[in-house]
């Protein structure tokens, strides 16, 4: 009889391990669905981090590329400032050293080796 009631004892403590035993192993599965799920997230964000970040090195260097790019009169050299105003080229270089050099002609050198085109006379008068 003692054996009976040890062996049911035996059997109910097994019954209890095996329910916390499944209990535990959801609760863990669950957690390791939810880190899973984390973890992507995490890895998706990280990669449209490197790509916002690869995009904005680019632009940056386009920025850097059209800043340095210089119009410089043909004729006399001056140089055409961000501002649209022509300066002698010693003084923007000093003040630009990273500076990167294109060619047009400034209103002065315009009207004296184009004085036929009235648009130089129009267009560039100082009064």
Not at 31 to 46: F, G, H, P, Y
Request: a negative charge; glycine letters at 2%; charged letters at 40%.
């Amino acid at each position: 009889m003692e054996s009976k009631k040890a062996k049911d004892a035996l059997e109910e403590v097994n019954e209890e391990l095996e329910e916390r035993f499944q209990e535990r192993t959801s609760e863990i599965t669950e957690v390791n669905r939810k880190l899973i799920d984390e973890n992507t997230e995490r890895r998706k964000a990280e990669q449209e981090k490197e790509a916002l970040i690869k995009e904005l090195k680019e632009t940056i260097a386009q920025v850097k590329t059209l800043k340095g790019l210089l119009s410089i009169c043909s004729s006399c050299n001056n140089i055409r400032d961000d501002k649209r105003y022509w300066n002698q080229i010693k003084s923007y270089i000093k003040d630009h050293p990273e500076a990167e050099f294109s060619h047009g002609i400034c209103p002065d050198c315009a009207k004296k080796l184009y004085p036929e085109l009235s648009k130089w006379k129009h267009a560039y008068d100082k009064s």
